[in-house]
Nanobody, 122 residues
Framework: QVQLVESGGGLVQAGGSLRLSCAAS????????IGWFRQLPGKEREFVGY???????EIADSAKGRFTISRDNAKNTVYLQINSLKPEDTAVYYC????????????????WGQGTQVTVSS
C-alpha cells in the first residue's frame, strides 16, 4: 500500500510560481511512475504530466513550457513546478502512482493522494 500526500498548494497571484510536493509513505516508490492530475471546478480530472522511476517525463501539451516534474527517489518525493501561473490553473492538484511505465489516464492509477488546492488570483 502506498500513501501519497500532496503539499505546497495555496493562494498565489497570477505570474507567480509554486512547487507542489507529493510525498510517499508506506513503501518506497521504487519502479512507480508518479503522475500529476488536476481537477478544475465542475470539470473532470485532467492529466498534467508524469515521471517514471528512471526520470523520464511526459507533460500534457496544455502544460508544456510552464510545468516541470522532478523526483527525489532518496526522499520518496515527486515535485511539480508551476511557473507563470494563470487564473485558469486554479484547481485541486493530485498526484497518483502506478506500477507501470506511463500514467496519463486517471483510471490507470493504483493510488491517489488527497489533493492540494491551488488558487491563482488575477
Amino acid at each position: 500500500q502506498v500513501q501519497l500526500v500532496e503539499s505546497g498548494g495555496g493562494l498565489v497571484q497570477a505570474g507567480g510560481s509554486l512547487r507542489l510536493s507529493c510525498a510517499a509513505s508506506g513503501r518506497t516508490l521504487y519502479r512507480y511512475t508518479i503522475g500529476w492530475f488536476r481537477q478544475l471546478p465542475g470539470k473532470e480530472r485532467e492529466f498534467v504530466g508524469y515521471i517514471t522511476w528512471g526520470g523520464d517525463t511526459e507533460i500534457a501539451d496544455s502544460a508544456k513550457g510552464r510545468f516541470t516534474i522532478s523526483r527525489d527517489n532518496a526522499k520518496n518525493t515527486v515535485y511539480l513546478q508551476i511557473n507563470s501561473l494563470k487564473p485558469e490553473d486554479t484547481a485541486v492538484y493530485y498526484c497518483a502512482a502506478r506500477l507501470r511505465y506511463e500514467l496519463s489516464q486517471a483510471l490507470s492509477a493504483d493510488y491517489w493522494g488527497q489533493g492540494t488546492q491551488v488558487t491563482v488570483s488575477s
